[in-house]
């Protein structure tokens, strides 16, 4: 059996939701995992039955139904209420009880069907990944003891790039998140239909596969001297480490979402599980008869 998967994390507000239901959407529209789940379509059954995975213990409204949410386990009220916490502290407070909890999400994942791409939906707070090995620990429950091939997708909006220090500020977080979560990995510049009349294609791509060298001038003209020596140093880790790039994601365009998915499905391996698969047709037991 093979279970496939995709944490979409990245800082509050980047886009992830919208991202998560831009997938489902695609999924939907394109019919692909009718056949996977139970030779049938029924829309909103496909929904229902596997795919959406909701882990943020705040959020409360949704495109699509989740098929697990955490908030059937502990919500973020209940958790700042009981402990006296505020908003921050209590979303932690409600990942680790999950962490304690792991056998609710093994038995609410027992029955997404086979060959599903389920796709996890993370709360903003990147303190999860980068300062806590919280979401390391549960991406290490889906792959070992859940069997998932799972990779993350890491957004971060393109509004970074207009201000150079931020972007840098998104790169190290981004980095952060790839090397705790020690899973496959994409890079996602969100929301790029707001910034794609500001910039040129030869400037985004500067920021789409940075060459932080290049950059780092622009970064000094917006920063004191003094924390020139500082910018070096943080160019000089991105520069060592060569790992970070960026997709381009517009929500709404249904191309941008295929393109996305096509890097999913490579990271995780879903393409390479269904291509010898006929589509349409029922299950059928091609092995020949065994004579007496
Ligand atoms: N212009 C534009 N806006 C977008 C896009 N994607 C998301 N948004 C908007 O950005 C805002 C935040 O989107 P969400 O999907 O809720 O972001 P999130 O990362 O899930 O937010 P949190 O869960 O609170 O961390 C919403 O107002 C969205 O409509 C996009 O591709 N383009
Ligand atoms: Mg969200």
Redesign the pocket.
């Known amino acids: 059996m093979s279970r496939f998967g995709v944490l979409v994390v ?13 997938l489902i959407s695609h999924i939907a529209n394109t019919k692909r995992s009718c056949i996977l789940l139970h030779h049938s379509w029924v829309p909103g059954k496909l929904i229902r039955e596997g795919l959406y995975v909701n882990l ?1 213990p ?2 409360t409204e949704f495109e699509y139904e989740p098929a697990v949410d955490i908030k059937d386990l502990i919500t973020l009220e209940d958790a700042m209420e009981e402990m006296g916490l505020g908003p921050n502290g209590g979303l932690m407070a409600c990942f680790e009880f999950l962490m304690e909890n792991l056998d609710w999400l093994d038995s609410s994942l027992d029955d997404i069907g086979e060959d599903t791409l389920v796709i996890f ?1 993370c ?3 990147i303190e999860l990944y980068t300062h806590v090995p919280i979401l390391p620990n549960l991406a290490k429950h889906l792959t070992g003891h859940l069997q998932f091939s799972l990779a993350a997708s890491y ?1 971060l909006e393109s509004t970074f790039v207009i201000d150079k220090s931020k972007f840098f500020a998104g790169t190290l977080s981004a980095m952060s998140a790839m090397i705790m979560l020690e899973i496959p990995h994409i890079n996602i510049m ?5 910034v794609k009349g500001q910039f040129s294609k030869r400037e985004l791509k500067r920021f789409l596969d940075p060459d932080p060298g290049i950059i780092l001038g622009d970064v000094h003209k917006e920063t004191n001297p003094k924390f020139h020596r500082l910018n070096e140093c943080v160019v000089g880790l991105i520069d060592d480490f060569s790992m970070v790039q960026f997709l381009q ?4 365009d249904e191309d941008s979402v295929q393109g996305i998915l096509s890097y999913i499905d490579d990271c995780v391996g879903w393409s390479e599980v269904q291509e010898p698969q006929i589509r349409d047709e029922p299950d059928m037991d091609y092995t020949e008869p065994v004579e007496d």
């Open positions: 990245g800082p509050a507000g980047c886009g992830k939701s919208t991202f998560c239901a831009a943020d705040a959020a939906d709360p903003g707070q957004l969100s929301k790029m239909d707001l994601l517009e929500s709404q």
